[in-house]
């Protein structure tokens, strides 16, 4: 017999559906709410089974033991370190596996950002897993929407776990982004960041990180929307703006401190890049 819920020590929170009516009606709550979330430790014989989906996007993360879930007719295994991310409207089962049931931190949201969020997650059809690289912090933000939840559900509070939400699918969405220690590209970014007062050859990086010049720049360009030499010169800028902000050395001395001898060419590079030269972003009042 499969159980929707009912596990030893778990924690489960359901929001009244006349309160997720109300916050869907307005500003803020109507772009993102958490209407259920909770935690199920060994979960033996957890499983769910919509043929016409949910209502709600749904987001199961595993953090010991294992499990299933499936859509279109193909069974995926979640181990941990795994997510789910099932949009509204989609048909799925999921369930614990019964050698090692799975332990899931979990919760359900609606509103009007969360497709765009599913999609920036890397969510797509027939596709409803993750592979977790900070399943920490992503445990963590559901831990802290799970407290809130269980403190209590008045508006204020589900403001809250809407923001909680929010970050949520950034965290996902940034984890796959992101680099993983000892990858190739996690190394040549270090490289590059250890090296913003000098010159990079692509090739010469990528033969130092074992890819080929046409692979490593396609790596940029998933990270980080452009290329190898365009990180290198952002990592440059990043540097010099924390110069004009925080000492009084000369344009060109910070231009030698970032690795451009020629002062000229670094005001025409920052002003590119600003939409302004570096004595008018100085001059200019922040904060």
């Keep these: 017999m499969e159980l929707a819920d009912g596990f030893v020590h778990q924690r489960l929170n359901v929001v009244p559906r006349p309160l997720i009516d109300s916050a869907l009606a307005r500003p803020v709550t109507r772009r993102m709410i958490v209407t259920d979330a909770g935690w199920f430790p060994h979960a033996d014989h957890h499983g769910r089974h919509r043929p016409s989906g949910a209502t709600e996007t749904i987001v199961i993360v595993c953090v010991a033991g294992t499990g299933w879930v499936e859509?279109?007719?193909?069974?995926?295994?979640?181990?941990?370190?795994g997510a789910v991310v099932i949009p509204g409207g989609v048909s799925h089962s999921y369930g614990a596996s019964e050698s090692d049931p799975w332990t899931i931190w979990w919760c359900h949201v609606r509103g009007t950002d969360v497709a765009e969020l599913v999609e920036a997650a890397g969510i797509r059809p027939g596709e409803l897993t993750l592979s977790l690289r900070s399943i920490d912090r992503i445990t963590a933000q559901l831990?802290?929407?799970?407290s809130a939840l269980e403190r209590?559900?008045?508006p204020a509070r589900l403001v809250a776990t809407a923001g909680m939400a929010w970050r949520l699918f950034t965290l996902l969405a940034v984890d796959r982004i992101l680099p993983e220690d000892g990858t190739p590209l996690e190394r040549a970014?270090?490289?590059?960041?250890?090296?913003?007062?000098?010159?990079?050859q692509v090739a010469e990086l990528a033969a130092l990180v074992g890819v080929s010049p046409s692979h490593?720049?396609?790596?940029?360009?998933g990270a980080t929307g452009g290329g190898v030499l365009a990180h290198h010169l952002s990592l440059k800028?990043?540097?010099?703006?924390?110069?004009?902000?925080?000492?009084?050395?000369?344009?060109?001395?910070?231009?030698?401190?970032?690795?451009?001898?020629?002062?000229?060419y670094f005001s025409r590079q920052f002003r590119k890049v600003h939409g302004m030269s570096p004595t008018a972003y100085r001059d200019t009042r922040k904060g």
């Design 237 to 264: 800028m990043a540097r010099a703006r924390r110069l004009l902000d925080t000492s009084d050395r000369t344009v060109a001395e910070i231009a030698r401190e970032v690795g451009m001898d020629d002062p000229f």
């Design 152 to 154: 209590d559900t008045t």
């Design 216 to 221: 490593l720049a396609a790596l940029f360009r």
């Design 189 to 200: 970014m270090r490289y590059l960041e250890e090296r913003v007062d000098g010159r990079v």
């Design 143 to 146: 831990d802290e929407i799970v």
């Design 71 to 81: 859509h279109d007719g193909a069974r995926t295994r979640v181990g941990p370190g």
